[in-house]
């Protein structure tokens, strides 16, 4: 038997075969996947991380540039002229870093620097043209300004969460401080602004409050020109809750005029909730912030409120004002725009707040002790003047010469005849009746004339008194308005009551454009303020305002006004003043205006309450019915030409946010390091 070997044919499946390699080169794959995604995840971890650090970076540089701003504005709400190395960091004056708390853990306090650059000024009158697309949203569009700027430069390092490289960021921005005349309004308030006309009423010129701006028209308010409000705009009247509804209008960037009454509904679906968007609502400030966009897109920068930004316009060196705090006995607003018009007091240690002073820049100085009734005079110097022998011309004193009857009182007056000034000013004689003695107008005439009242007993007795400007129409013999040198013009300063009889640097012709445009080659830029003026008509008679109301006619003025108002809703020695008049009545009247126009071109400006005189408004009383009203902003504040020693109104803007790397930072910095 032949032995056999027997074999079993072993078979391979090629498909297992292939399945388990496919099956490896997957699994490698999603490894080499997975490992991807780990990295990539990691990696973006890292970036994020920085890209988070980064941008905490960027908010601590920005922070110590808001920081600095807060300094500057400090520095130049106090002083007028400041060096141009004030804030150099090797000086007394560098800017300050805030405390360590002011940041968050991850910041590194020992990296941050603040600097403030050199301030350039630039001291021509730049105008912002409001035609101009880059300026439709600029608070100061339509005026006149000149700017001073510096840059602040902010640095700060932040160490990431994964302890890696710490990331730093440099920012710089600059301060712009624009200082504007204060007769580049047409309406300027220091307190809340009412308007509250019964018959329509056009105002030409901007307007600006840094109070509430409230309105109210029975038969429609029109703005020509930007309206701003540090607060908000409201339609009442005043402080109460009765409203009338006639139709207040602002401009458009086209020069159409668009109502605050809501008629606009189909434009406004995308930024007012259906709620508040109906026809015929008023809309204003109680809109909340979504009023930022309806007045921007109704309005487009004519009308502006504190939600655009606006912030107050201060004058230089002086403090915001402050109602009185109904919670204490007391009465104590913070009123020291007051200060603008008050005496020299050489006791008071703030010396910037003294040299603002209109009182320290007069080029003539009148004192008159309402006590004993001497008046006295003086050079820009203290130097003493001779005007005895001008009583009776240039000046006439008249104890109760007339009585005010919103006052209720009979007045002890001093007038001061314009007329009579110009001759004294312009072409003086040699004799004592012809001339201020010892008072040389080509060297000591600047255009501001001081008028101090006192009372040397110390009792109240300004209460009970006044100084009157008379003989100002221009087209009447021996009177007018004294000009002289390059500063054109007067400027009359009392810290009493003031009124204004007549005509005044006009000739009188009272026409359609009597509230803007001049009419007379003899007119000059001329401002008065006061502690409260009061015009009387052309045919005022002393005697006749004992015997009730008398009959106005017709008067012609141009001039600013800067004074006093009573604030509504104020009890004040217990005498609870319901309403202030508002803008309209904001010019003083004891007659009945009924029929006659009283027209004034110029800028009405409330910078404060009244101290001497703040008798209550009463509207259609037995004190006065109001006159048609021609109010306008004059021409020649508008082309920039003002009355002497103007005072300066100070805003803040903050312009040209740069990003930084090192070098670039380091090459900015103007100083040399301590």
Not at 22 to 51: D, F, K, W
Not at 488 to 494: K, L, R
Request: hydrophobic share 30%; charged share 20%; proline share 4%.
């Amino acid at each position: 038997m032949n032995n056999m070997f027997l074999y079993k044919k072993t078979t391979y499946n090629k498909k297992e075969g292939s399945t388990l390699i496919v099956s490896v080169l997957i699994l490698t794959l999603l490894g080499a996947i997975y490992a991807s995604i780990i990295t990539t995840g990691m990696t973006e971890r890292r970036m994020n991380i920085r890209h988070e650090a980064r941008l905490e970076a960027q908010a601590a540089a920005e922070s110590l540039v808001e920081y600095g701003f807060a300094q500057l504005q400090h520095h130049f709400s106090q002083e007028t002229n400041l060096n141009a190395s004030l804030f150099d960091t090797n000086g007394s004056d560098s800017l300050n870093l805030p405390p360590d708390s002011y940041f968050g853990s991850r910041v590194d306090t020992n990296s941050l620097e603040i600097v403030g650059g050199v301030i350039t000024t630039n001291s021509a009158n730049t105008y912002i043209d409001p035609s101009d697309p880059l300026n439709t949203n600029d608070p100061m569009k339509g005026k006149r300004v000149t700017t001073k700027e510096v840059t602040v430069y902010g640095k700060a390092s932040v160490t990431p969460y994964n302890g890696a490289n710490p990331i730093t960021s440099y920012v710089s921005q600059t301060f712009e401080v624009r200082d504007s005349p204060l007769f580049t309004h047409a309406i300027f308030y220091n307190l809340d602004l009412d308007i509250h006309p019964g018959p329509r009423m056009d105002i030409h010129g901007p307007v600006h409050t840094n109070g509430k701006l409230r309105l109210n028209a029975s038969s429609g308010l029109y703005f020509h020109d930007q309206v701003t409000t540090a607060e908000g705009l409201y339609h009442e009247y005043e402080h109460v809750s009765t409203k009338s509804w006639g139709d207040i209008y602002f401009k458009d960037s086209t020069g159409n005029f668009k109502s605050m009454k809501n008629t606009h509904t189909s434009d406004l679906n995308e930024v007012l909730d259906s709620s508040y968007n109906i026809e015929g609502a008023f809309l204003d400030s109680d809109l909340g912030d979504d009023f930022r966009a309806t007045a921007s897109l109704l309005w487009e920068g004519n009308l502006m409120t504190s939600l655009h930004g606006v912030s107050n316009y201060q004058p230089v060196q002086f403090s915001e004002y402050k109602r009185d705090d109904s919670s204490t006995s007391d009465y104590d607003p913070i009123n020291t725009g007051h200060d603008l018009i008050e005496p020299l007091d050489s006791s008071n240690s703030n010396t910037s707040i003294e040299s603002q002073k209109m009182a320290g820049k007069a080029g003539l100085y009148f004192k008159w002790d309402t006590s004993t009734g001497t008046l006295d005079a003086y050079d820009g110097d203290g130097n003493s003047l001779g005007i005895s022998d001008l009583e009776n011309t240039l000046w006439t004193r008249t104890e109760e010469a007339f009585q005010d009857n919103r006052r209720n009182i009979a007045v002890d007056v001093i007038d001061i005849h314009t007329g009579v000034l110009k001759q004294l000013i312009e072409s003086p004689g040699t004799a004592t009746d012809e001339k201020i003695t010892d008072y040389d107008p080509s060297n000591d005439w600047n255009g501001i004339v001081y008028f101090e009242c006192y009372s040397s007993s110390g009792s109240s007795t300004l209460d009970d008194s006044g100084v009157r400007l008379t003989g100002g129409e221009l087209d009447v013999t021996g009177e007018g308005i004294p000009s002289l040198g390059n500063d054109a013009g007067m400027t009359f300063v009392t810290n009493n009551a003031l009124y204004v009889k007549g005509h005044f640097n006009t000739d009188g012709n009272v026409d359609g454009d009597s509230g803007t445009y001049s009419d007379n080659s003899d007119e000059v830029p001329v401002a008065v303020m006061a502690d409260s003026v009061t015009f009387l008509s052309a045919s005022w008679d002393d005697t006749n305002s004992f015997s009730g109301m008398q009959n106005a006619s017709s008067t012609e003025v141009s001039l600013a006004v800067v004074s006093g108002i009573t604030p509504n809703d104020m009890t004040r020695d217990g005498v609870y003043n319901k309403y202030n008049g508002g803008a309209h009545n904001f010019p003083r009247y004891l007659e009945d205006w009924t029929g006659s126009t009283f027209a004034i071109r110029g800028s009405l400006v409330c910078l404060y309450e009244s101290e001497i005189d703040w008798s209550q408004w009463e509207c259609c009383s037995d004190f006065y019915s109001p006159p048609t009203r021609l109010y306008g902003f004059h021409e020649m504040f508008e082309n920039g030409t003002y009355p002497p020693g103007t005072p300066m109104i100070r805003s803040y803007k903050r312009a040209f946010y740069t990003k930084m790397n090192a070098s670039e930072y380091e090459a900015a910095i103007p100083w040399t390091s301590p």
